[in-house]
C-alpha cells in the first residue's frame, strides 16, 4: 500500500510542538502590550516627563523654592512656585507649561489630572520638606504612579519661607 | 510510489523551526527585560530624592558609615533625626544602602536578585568613594536610583 500524508501520530507532535512554540510567543506578546499601554505612555512624554522635573528641580535647587500656592481653575491649576525668582507651572488636561514651554502629551489616552497633591512636612533644624505629585491619567484613571510627575525639595527655612500645611484638591 | 513527509523529515523541519521561534522569543524576551530595566532605574524624580537625601543625612553622620565596608544596608536607627522615618515614608523609600563606588565582587546571596542586578548595571566612570543607593517601591515594584558621595 502507498503511504500518504502523515498519520495521526505525527500530526500530534507536530501540533504540539507549534503550539509550544507558539504559547510562548503568546505570553511575550501579551507582557510587551501590557508595557505599551496599561503602565506606560509614549516615549515622547516620557522624555517630556524627564525634562519637566529636570528644569523645575534645578529652579528648586538654583532658587530655592520658599513657598507655593495653588490656584485651581475650571480648566487648569496653576502652581506659583514662590523662589528668588517667581516661576509658574500649568497643567491643563493635555499639557504643561513652565518657564514659557510647553509640553502637550502625544498620548491620546494619556491626561495630566488637575487634582494636584501636595505635602509640606516641617524637620528639624529648621529644614523643610515639600512634596507635589501632578498625577497622570491613563484612559482616565491614575493606576499607576510611575507616570506621575513629583517634585520634592528639602531645604533650609529663611526669613521668606512660607509653605500652607494643609492643601486639598 | 512515497508521498508525503516522513515522521523523520517533519521533526527535522519542525525543530528546526522551534529552534528559530526559541531564538525569537529568546530575543524578545531581553527587549522587555531591558525596557522594564530602563523604567525602574534612575529615574529623575527619584534621582532627586536621593540627591535630597544625601544632602541631609551628610549633616546628620552619613561619613561615619564610610568606613571601608563593601556594602553598608542604613536604617533609621543609624541616625540621630526624628523625621527620617518621616522622610523614608515621603519618599517611597524602602531601603538605604551605602555601596563603595565601582563595587564588583561582593556576596550577592545577600541581596535581592533586583538590587544585585541594579548594581551590575551602573557605570563606575567617576572619582567617587561611595555610591547611596535607594530601593524604592511603587505598587510593589522595586526601583533604584543612586548617587556619588566623596568622603
New interface residues.
Given amino acids: 500500500m502507498?503511504?500518504?500524508?502523515?498519520?495521526i501520530?505525527?500530526l500530534l507532535?507536530?501540533i504540539a510542538?507549534?503550539s509550544?512554540?507558539l504559547l510562548?510567543?503568546l505570553r511575550?506578546m501579551m507582557?510587551?502590550e501590557i508595557?505599551n499601554h496599561d503602565t506606560?505612555y509614549a516615549s515622547d512624554d516620557e522624555i517630556a516627563?524627564?525634562e519637566i522635573?529636570?528644569n523645575v528641580?534645578s529652579d528648586f535647587l538654583e532658587y530655592h523654592l520658599n513657598g507655593l500656592e495653588i490656584v485651581k481653575g475650571s480648566d487648569r491649576t496653576t502652581l506659583l512656585f514662590m523662589m528668588d525668582e517667581e516661576k509658574r507651572l500649568v497643567i491643563k488636561n493635555d499639557s504643561i507649561t513652565y518657564d514659557d514651554e510647553v509640553y502637550t502629551l502625544k498620548s491620546s489616552w494619556a491626561s495630566y489630572s488637575l487634582c494636584v497633591n501636595y505635602?509640606y512636612?516641617d524637620?528639624?533644624?529648621d529644614?523643610y520638606?515639600v512634596?507635589i505629585v501632578i498625577p497622570v491619567l491613563i484612559d482616565g484613571k491614575n493606576n499607576?504612579?510611575?507616570d506621575d510627575?513629583?517634585?520634592?525639595?528639602?531645604g533650609l527655612k529663611n526669613e521668606l519661607t512660607s509653605f500652607d500645611n494643609n492643601y486639598a484638591c | 510510489m512515497k508521498r508525503g513527509f516522513a515522521l523523520l523529515e517533519t521533526i527535522v523541519v519542525i525543530t528546526f523551526v522551534t529552534v528559530s521561534l526559541l531564538l525569537l522569543y529568546s530575543t524578545f524576551t531581553s527587549m522587555v527585560d531591558n525596557s522594564k530595566k530602563n523604567a525602574l532605574y534612575d529615574d529623575a524624580t527619584n534621582i532627586y530624592k536621593i540627591y535630597y537625601l544625601k544632602e541631609y543625612l551628610e549633616l546628620n553622620g552619613l561619613a561615619f558609615y564610610m568606613n571601608g565596608e563593601d556594602i553598608r544596608k542604613l536604617s533609621c536607627d543609624d541616625f540621630s533625626f526624628a523625621s527620617c522615618t518621616q522622610i523614608m515614608d515621603t519618599f517611597s523609600l524602602e531601603n538605604l544602602y551605602l555601596v563603595k563606588y565601582g563595587l564588583r565582587d561582593y556576596n550577592q546571596d545577600n541581596y535581592t536578585s533586583s538590587f544585585n542586578n541594579y548594581l551590575k548595571s551602573l557605570a563606575n566612570s567617576d572619582d567617587y568613594d561611595y555610591r547611596l543607593v535607594g530601593e524604592f517601591t511603587y505598587e510593589g515594584e522595586y526601583h533604584y536610583a543612586s548617587i556619588g558621595v566623596i568622603k
Fill in positions: 502507498v503511504k500518504r500524508g502523515f498519520t501520530l505525527e507532535i507536530s510542538l507549534v509550544v512554540v510562548l510567543l511575550v507582557s510587551l508595557i506606560s516627563r524627564t522635573i529636570r528641580e505635602e512636612f524637620l528639624e533644624n529644614y520638606l512634596k499607576t504612579r510611575r510627575l513629583e517634585l520634592t525639595f528639602l
